[in-house]
């Protein structure tokens, strides 16, 4: 099977061209795949394949490295974007993208990085899902015998943004866990640990549901951004600093979409037999 090895600021993919192979992979083959010591190494698999909506060009399905399914992802839909055109599978350099979460529009800039429109964020707590009443800019969580503030909403996939005061020294490997798997989250949830610098830039890190913490997360980017204005602690345009670089998300409020603008780099390509 033929892959792609990219990145988005240091979240790293298998990224696989469902559209002229025929890809059919197990929950263990995908771990495989993922795995840094035994396969090719990854934060996430992503699979291109021919569109099913009508207004798509393409259909993007996301595998989490545990072999898991999941609905959407920021720095993974602008490495999408940078691999359907330079496989030449289109001449478009705005594409829309089918995803589990739904429809989304990634642009290839003139400067090499891509800009993704991530869709309206969602707070209703059904559909996040959220045990609680999502509405509020930020709602108590009890965890490991603490009540934390948190902001809950989904970016096509459910996130749970807290506000810390020092991002490095922030208990990213003991609280994400217990975040990612609470009760209150059916679905598991992303945990976000946001440092605010000034009103135009943060500092984040993010426990991802099913990956562990990873050098960047582009719908946890736009999550805390998001949380942040609705808290009355940013505005927009805002600079995210992840470990892996720098994110720029606008978002003007209401009903308005999010957009996330980054780096989407091609590693190296290969051939693996499974």
């Known amino acids: ?5 990219m990145h988005g ?11 002229r192979q025929h890809i059919e992979l197990s929950a263990e083959q995908l771990r495989l795949l993922a795995d840094r010591h035994f396969g090719v190494g990854c934060d996430q698999i992503l699979l291109v394949e021919k569109a099913r909506h009508p207004e798509a060009d393409f259909r993007y399905r996301i595998f989490n490295a545990d072999g898991g399914e999941v609905e959407q992802c920021g720095n993974g839909a602008r490495c999408f974007a940078r691999f359907v055109y330079e496989q030449k599978l289109t ?6 993208v089918e995803t589990k979460g739904g429809l989304i529009s990634p642009r290839l800039e003139q400067d090499g990085r891509v800009t993704v429109n991530m869709g309206v964020p969602v707070f209703d707590a059904a559909r996040i899902p959220f045990d609680g009443d999502s509405g509020a800019a930020a ?24 506000v810390v005061a ?3 020294q922030a208990p990213v490997e003991g ?12 679905k598991r949830v992303n945990a976000g640990f946001m440092q605010v610098v000034d009103r135009g830039r943060i500092r984040l890190r993010v426990y991802e549901r099913g990956a562990g913490e990873t050098l960047s ?19 927009s345009p805002v600079n995210v600093a992840t470990r892996g670089g720098v994110l720029t998300i606008a978002w003007a409020g209401g009903g308005a979409a999010v957009q996330m603008t980054g780096p989407a780099v091609t590693v190296f390509a290969g051939e693996i037999n499974l």
Do not use: W, Y
């Not at 240091?10 to 559209?19: E, M, T």
């Not at 490991?144 to 948190?150: C, D």
């Not at 609280?175 to 059916?186: D, S, T, W, Y």
């Not at 997360?217 to 505005?235: E, F, K, M, Q, S």
């Open 166 to 168: 020092d991002v490095e």
């Open 217 to 235: 997360c582009g719908t946890g980017a736009c999550a805390a951004v998001v949380a942040g204005i609705r808290r009355g602690l940013l505005d």
């Open 139 to 162: 709602v108590p969580l009890e965890v490991a015998g603490e009540t934390l503030a948190i902001s809950v909403l989904s970016m096509g996939n459910p996130h749970a943004v807290q």
């Open 9 to 19: 600021a240091g979240n790293d993919f298998v990224v696989l061209d469902g559209v």
């Open 175 to 186: 609280l994400g866990p217990l975040i990612e798997r609470h009760p209150r989250f059916p």
């Open 1 to 5: 099977m033929k892959f792609t090895k």
């Open 91 to 96: 001449s478009k350099r705005e594409i829309v």
